[in-house]
């Protein structure tokens, strides 16, 4: 209805809620899936076991036809992202920077007033915490990002506010 053309399919994480339509959606478009990094594999073999409940009966396990590095790119459009491996929510958590634009797709590391949780299989609070400082702030205070849920945000507003990375 948009009159828009998918490209590909980027993949910031192998979670149920972020990858779960992924296999079906590629098919069904045909096409390529970018990311997340290789240390997700085991989030996305275990999308099959969802393929039982109710609900679910298109989710299962697929292979990205691109496993992203940090400091990969991405491009759709007239865009170009770098692909940041910000482990921390998962091991392969894969955030994508456009630096031009002053943007990020943060997934679920960061959120307006929140971070990502840590309590899952392969989440770490400390790598989160230490990723978001590290890899994030850099970018710049004036960088928008997108996030998995909630609204948006910028770097400097959660550098400045947020309780748990401030």
Do not use: C
Not at 47 to 54: A, I, M, V, W, Y
């Amino acid at each position: 209805d948009q009159d828009v053309t998918v490209e590909k399919i980027l993949l910031t994480h192998g979670h149920l809620d972020h990858a779960g339509g992924t296999a079906a959606l590629s098919e069904r478009l045909g096409v390529a899936i970018e990311g997340a990094h290789e240390d997700d594999l085991f989030l996305i073999n275990g999308l099959d076991e969802h393929s039982t409940k109710p609900g679910f009966e298109s989710v299962r396990s697929f292979v990205p036809t691109h496993w992203l590095k940090d400091g990969d790119t991405v491009s759709f459009g007239y865009e170009i992202m770098t692909a940041i491996i910000v482990p921390g929510h998962t091991p392969g958590h894969v955030v994508f920077s456009g630096a031009k634009d002053k943007v990020a797709i943060v997934g679920d590391v960061l959120f307006r007033g929140s971070v990502g949780r840590s309590d899952l299989p392969g989440g770490d609070r400390a790598t989160l915490i230490r990723s978001i400082r590290e890899k994030l702030w850099p970018l710049g205070d004036e960088t928008t990002f997108v996030p998995g849920h909630r609204p948006l945000s910028t770097f400097g507003h959660e550098r400045q506010s947020n309780p748990f990375v401030s």
